[in-house]
Nanobody, 119 residues
Framework: QVQLVESGGGLVQAGGSLRLSCTTS????????MGWFRQAPGKEREFVAR????????DIADPVKGRFTISRDNAKNTVSLQMNSLKPEDTAVYYC????????????WGQGTLVTVSS
């Protein structure tokens, strides 16, 4: 059983920055690609960013490309999402997950962390 724990969300003004962190209580996720996803009110969960096992390969979704950066520290069993130039449309609950074949989420979703961007 893997328990995903996201943190770092909060209320921020448009143009501001936040850094989200993802860890696990249980097994290490150092052997897996990792991804960030988000779900806004009334919308489906969507992909935000992913990072390879070693961190050498990254993929960022178009709506946040150039503003968000994903990174990982396998020694600390941590994956981070640096969010800059935040916009109101970035408001959502942000989730992390291990990625399996086809880069699909492997585990049950955690509680996520809420990011609210005001104008």
């Amino acid at each position: 059983q893997v328990q995903l724990v996201e943190s770092g969300g909060g209320l921020v003004q448009a143009g501001g920055s936040l850094r989200l962190s993802c860890t696990t209580s249980g097994r290490s996720f150092s052997g897996y690609p990792m991804g960030w996803f988000r779900q806004a009110p009334g919308k489906e969960r969507e992909f935000v960013a992913r990072i390879s096992l070693s961190g050498g390969n990254k993929d960022i979704a178009d709506p946040v490309k150039g503003r968000f950066t994903i990174s990982r520290d396998n020694a600390k069993n941590t994956v981070s999402l640096q969010m800059n130039s935040l916009k109101p449309e970035d408001t959502a609950v942000y989730y992390c997950n291990r990625l399996g074949p086809g880069l699909k989420p492997l585990d049950a979703w955690g509680q996520g962390t809420l990011v609210t961007v005001s104008s």
